[in-house]
């Protein structure tokens, strides 16, 4: 059974960090490159950051280059986003996102971010 289970989300003030965790089973996670999409509500889900199956090919989202780190660890099937300099406007619903190149594609549940002073 696929599963991607997200953790760490919650409140934070502005400028605060958070670090999302996504844990992987059910499939080839090394094979997999991973991805955090967000969404708030009426808009579509936007892509955050992707990391590749290799750990160093990483791309981000202009609005968080720089603030945002994404990293895999394979040996425990888990992909990170550590998010800092936290603003109002990342508030949303962070889902984590696995994707093979022959198209076959996992979703997690989806976590709430709430940036709020």
């Known amino acids: 059974q696929v599963q991607l289970v997200e953790s760490g989300g919650g409140s934070v003030e502005p400028g605060g960090s958070l670090r999302l965790e996504c844990q992987a089973s059910g499939f080839a996670f090394e094979t997999f490159a991973m991805r955090w999409y967000r969404q708030v509500p009426a808009k579509d889900r936007e892509l955050v950051a992707t990391?590749?199956?290799?750990?160093?090919?990483?791309r981000y989202a202009e609005f968080v280059e720089g603030r945002f780190t994404i990293s895999r660890d394979n040996s425990k099937n888990t992909v990170y986003l550590q998010m800092n300099h936290l603003r109002p406007e990342d508030t949303a619903v962070y889902f984590c996102?696995?994707?093979?190149?022959?198209?076959?594609?996992?979703w997690g549940q989806g976590i709430q971010v709430y940036v709020s002073s």
């Open positions: 990391v590749g199956s290799t750990p160093s090919d990483r």
């Open positions: 996102n696995a994707i093979h190149w022959s198209r076959t594609e996992y």
